[in-house]
């Protein structure tokens, strides 16, 4: 499928999976930013129906974390 790993392999694999290290960094920040934003309540469980008013909570809210 033209899928490229960007998750190293464990230690105690026989065969070493091939990686990018910047790919993996890159994913890795992207992942925190998501588990930051589901700190805030409102952002996790999704209480705004209308994806425009859920869309403006994320925002505020990646504002508010880039600022901290």
């Known amino acids: 499928k033209g899928i490229k790993p960007?998750?190293?392999g464990r230690k105690?694999?026989?065969a070493p999976v091939r990686h990018d290290k910047r790919r993996y960094v890159r994913r890795n920040?992207?992942?925190i930013m998501?588990?930051?934003?589901k700190d805030w309540r409102r952002v996790a469980t999704r209480y705004d129906r209308?994806?425009?008013v859920?869309?403006?909570a994320i925002a505020l809210a990646?504002?508010?974390l880039f600022w901290l």
């Open 6 to 8: 960007c998750i190293p």
């Open 12 to 14: 105690s694999r026989n």
């Open 29 to 31: 920040r992207i992942e």
């Open 34 to 37: 998501f588990g930051r934003l």
């Open 50 to 52: 209308c994806p425009t």
């Open 54 to 56: 859920f869309f403006s």
């Open 62 to 64: 990646a504002t508010v």
